[in-house]
């Protein structure tokens, strides 16, 4: 692989990850005030740990997701590439 092939693989990673922190940051915000409209102003430690466990919950299922799809793409082309 040359070395502009892999920066630019690098680059692309690197901003894909910055991209997924920022949306990352706007769910996080979103779902704080969420749970500010729901427990109200005050955010008792109830509500924080509510917040930790169910963001938690959803990342967990989100990466399962995201596992299964990746590895069901994999075995599709490898499929594929048997074809040829």
Do not use: H, P
Not at 7 to 31: D, H, P, R
Not at 33 to 47: D, K, M, N, P
């Amino acid at each position: 692989m040359s070395f502009k092939t892999e920066v630019i693989e690098k680059v692309s990673a690197l901003l894909a990850a910055a991209f997924g922190l920022i949306a990352a940051l706007a769910w996080n915000g979103a779902i704080q005030e969420l749970f500010t409209v729901i427990f109200g102003e005050q955010g008792s430690l109830v509500a924080l740990f509510a917040y930790a466990v169910i963001v938690t919950i959803i990342a967990v299922i989100a990466v399962i997701l995201i596992g299964r799809a990746a590895a069901k793409a994999k075995r599709e082309d490898e499929v594929a590439a048997t074809r040829r």
